[in-house]
């Protein structure tokens, strides 16, 4: 297991000598992010993150993320200029020593959340999704409040309508048909490059304003693994985006999927599952609906020796800054995961 940690560039208020002093951390993940999607990132700016982060006592190895093209989702025209953008981006992060690349496919929006600090009883604050406030936004309508946290600000209302408008005219399977096309052009060149690329499933998990989702259970990810049957197809496996439906079976997929050795990267996160969404929590099993030793003992019994990094944490100790990528829960989530790996590896050397 490889502890890695999320970091947003020199912009992030969280430092990197002080992620260097969480014990066990190794990893640093991040990506360049003053280029506009679908663009090549420039050698010079790969390299001088590397030389931050080494600078640090860190490795840079994996990136998170290189976003997807809408164009390249849709299907438009010009998503062959786009992949072979993607592909460069490949190569010249394989260059600089990136061993895996996370991405999603998910339309539009990246996580979708309906409150980024919602108080929990013991005074922190975490992001939550309750479907009642969720069913007030309709990107389709102008009267509504149309945005909620954590989607791409840089579309104006007009354009925000017309993507959504373009996307619900496409089907589940036109979908799945251009990941596919997406699929075959860029594995290849990620397995000449000796780099695996990890999709991160829908978060949350379902159905959102009449938008196709494909990436959200079992089999779907069977699907996905098998459009490519090579091993630089794989997987981040976010247990929180597919945990926060009691239909996923968290610790089984965890297995499973280790054991097929496709996971290459992991999001631990816990979550409450309640009747009208979830809400993310810390990361101690009990505070939520995870088992989270049980997670872990899957993924190591399945042989899983990738990256793993805590994910979204609370804003705790009255920590201000980006919402869910604070430094002190995070931290506490990196020290947790330590304590379950050690327990589990210490079971298993008997």
């Known amino acids: ?32 992010y003053d280029v506009p999607v679908g663009e090549v990132w420039s050698n010079e700016s790969i390299i001088a993150l590397k030389d931050n982060v080494e600078t640090a006592g860190m490795k840079f190895e994996v990136v998170e993320s290189i976003p997807v093209h809408e164009d390249i989702k849709l299907g438009k025209p010009a998503r062959d200029l786009l992949i072979e953008n993607y592909c460069e981006n490949i190569r010249r992060v394989a260059k600089a020593g990136v061993k895996v690349i996370c991405y999603n496919f998910m339309p539009v929006f990246d996580w979708t959340r309906t409150d980024l600090f919602h108080p929990l009883p013991d005074g922190s604050t975490t992001l939550v999704y309750y479907e009642e406030q969720a069913a007030k936004v309709n990107p389709l309508e102008s009267e509504s409040d149309l945005t909620l946290p954590g989607w791409d600000a840089s579309y104006s209302r007009d354009e925000l309508k017309d993507i959504v408008a373009e996307y619900q005219a496409l089907s589940d399977e036109d979908l799945w048909g251009n990941l596919a096309y997406f699929l075959k052009r860029v594995i290849p060149v990620a ?48 247990c929180g985006s597919l945990g926060c439906s009691e239909k996923n079976d968290v610790v089984r997929l965890a297995e499973k999927y280790a054991r097929m050795g496709r996971i290459h990267f992991v999001h631990m996160r816990n979550v409450e599952i309640l009747p009208n969404g979830f809400e993310e929590r810390a990361h101690y099993s009990k505070c939520g609906s995870l088992d989270m030793y049980a997670i872990a003992k899957a993924l190591h019994d399945g042989g899983f020796d990738g990256y793993i990094r805590p994910d979204h944490g609370r804003m ?35």
């Not at 560039?9 to 993940?29: A, C």
């Not at 990196?334 to 379950?340: Q, R, S, T, V």
Request: glycine letters at 10%; aromatic letters at 10%; hydrophobic letters at 40%.
């Open 191 to 238: 397995a000449e490059n000796d780099v695996y690329m990890a999709i991160h499933q829908d978060d949350p998990c379902w159905g959102i304003f009449g938008l196709p989702r494909i990436i959200s259970n079992e089999s779907d990810l069977d699907r996905l693994l098998g459009i490519v049957d090579d091993a630089h197809n794989g997987l981040t496996l976010c």
């Open 1 to 32: 297991m490889k502890l890695s940690f999320r970091w947003y560039g020199n912009d992030d208020n969280v430092r990197l000598d002080y992620i260097r002093q969480i014990p066990n951390m190794s990893t640093i993940v991040s990506a360049v």
């Open 316 to 350: 705790i100790w009255g920590e201000t800054g980006r919402a869910g990528y604070g430094l002190y829960d995070r931290a506490l989530g990196a020290a947790y995961i330590n304590g379950l790996w050690e327990a589990v590896s210490a079971v298993d050397n008997g």
